[in-house]
Nanobody
């Protein structure tokens, strides 16, 4: 089991910045990748950014050049620095951990943190 706790969401004006944090606990040595997804009202949950155990990154096209995912000093912590925020970035942001245990791949999710960008 992996537990994920997000923090850092809030209300910001367009053009502003926020940093989201996610701290994992539990079977953190089994984590292959951590990332951030978001879900806006009426839309499907989508990948925002991901960071693998080997520090490879992946970003949604809509956030490239504006968002940066990074790992904290503790390997169970991941950050999402969001700059030049736009109203369309408004969503609930969820931290995700991909774990393999006994050859079984599993996803763990945090409860989410709301980001609201006003125009």
């Amino acid at each position: 089991q992996v537990q994920l706790v997000e923090s850092g969401g809030g209300l910001v004006q367009a053009g502003g910045s926020l940093r989201l944090s996610c701290a994992g606990s539990g079977m953190i040595d089994s984590i292959n990748a951590m990332g951030w997804y978001r879900q806006a009202p009426g839309k499907r949950r989508e990948l925002v950014a991901a960071l693998t155990r080997t520090d490879s990154t992946k970003y949604a096209d809509s956030v490239k050049g504006r968002f940066t995912i990074s790992r904290g000093n503790a390997k169970n912590t991941v950050y999402l620095q969001m700059n030049s925020l736009k109203p369309e970035d408004t969503a609930v942001y969820y931290c995700n951990a991909k774990v393999t245990v006994v050859a079984v791949d599993m996803d763990y999710w945090g409860k989410g943190t709301l980001v609201t960008v006003s125009s």
